[in-house]
């Protein structure tokens, strides 16, 4: 199964900064990257698909770049909002995975 | 608009089996493929599998293949995980999700089940 790794796995940060989180694959998963927001108690919500496609009523504060085996996902400016557990997933090679997750705080 | 409706919360005896639905609306059953995932106390998001609603075929994954099926009914839109010798680090929460392709994100989600297994 491919492995996905972000870093960090815990960021804090305040208000109006910007931020990047990293997702590196075990092996090649072409474009097939997306990047989920979670928020305590919520199902995930689609933020990036196909590594740099904004999703539909997604803010444009959020971006994505990467293919191959490295990703980011940025957040601009960011807002108390924010603060939730990011994850990325590759779609390349099933079984799709997850990576472990990074935890954002805002300041 | 698109929604998938999850039954509700479940507690479940070792060894036990359980069935979570999820019920779709807002758009065609049948174009978009459904996805299962769980979610431990605390921890990360893991895919268990697919099923694609237009033929019924599964895919699941290997850690799961021995107890859990997938199935559906489309005549109500709604897809069924059924999950067998239940342990208790089973305990997590249930999401379903779709697909437009296998190789797509996960554009809606459940409002996920909590499957809590207990003596």
């Known amino acids: 199964d491919i492995q996905l790794t972000q870093s960090p796995s815990f960021l804090s940060a305040p208000v109006g900064d910007r931020v990047t989180i990293t997702c590196r694959a075990s092996?090649?998963?072409?474009?097939?990257l997306a990047w989920y927001q979670q928020k305590p108690g919520k199902a995930p919500k689609l933020l990036i698909y196909?590594?740099?496609t904004l999703q539909s009523g997604v803010s444009s504060r959020f971006s994505g770049s990467g293919s191959g085996t490295e990703f980011t996902l940025s957040i601009s400016s960011l807002q108390p909002e924010d603060s939730a557990t990011y994850y990325c997933?590759?779609?390349?090679?099933?079984?799709?995975?997850f990576g472990q997750g990074t935890r954002l705080e805002i300041e | 608009q698109v929604r998938l409706v999850q039954s509700g919360p479940e507690v479940q005896r070792p060894r036990a089996s359980v069935r979570v639905s999820c019920r779709a609306s807002?758009?065609?059953?049948?174009?978009?493929?459904i996805h299962w995932v769980r979610q431990a106390p605390g921890q990360g998001l893991e895919w268990m599998g697919w099923?694609?609603?237009?033929?019924?075929?599964?895919n699941i994954s290997r850690k799961f293949q021995d107890r859990v099926t997938m199935t559906r009914a489309t005549s109500i839109g709604t897809a069924y995980l059924d999950m067998s010798r239940l342990g208790s680090d089973d305990t997590a929460i249930y999401f379903c999700?779709?697909?437009?392709?296998?190789?797509?994100?996960?554009?809606?989600w459940g409002q996920g089940t909590l499957v809590v297994v207990s003596s």
């Open positions: 999700a779709r697909s437009q392709m296998a190789t797509l994100s996960f554009d809606y």
């Open positions: 092996q090649g998963v072409n474009s097939y």
């Open positions: 099923i694609d609603p237009k033929s019924g075929g599964p």
């Open positions: 196909a590594a740099s």
């Open positions: 807002g758009y065609t059953f049948t174009d978009y493929y």
């Open positions: 997933q590759q779609l390349n090679t099933y079984p799709t995975t």
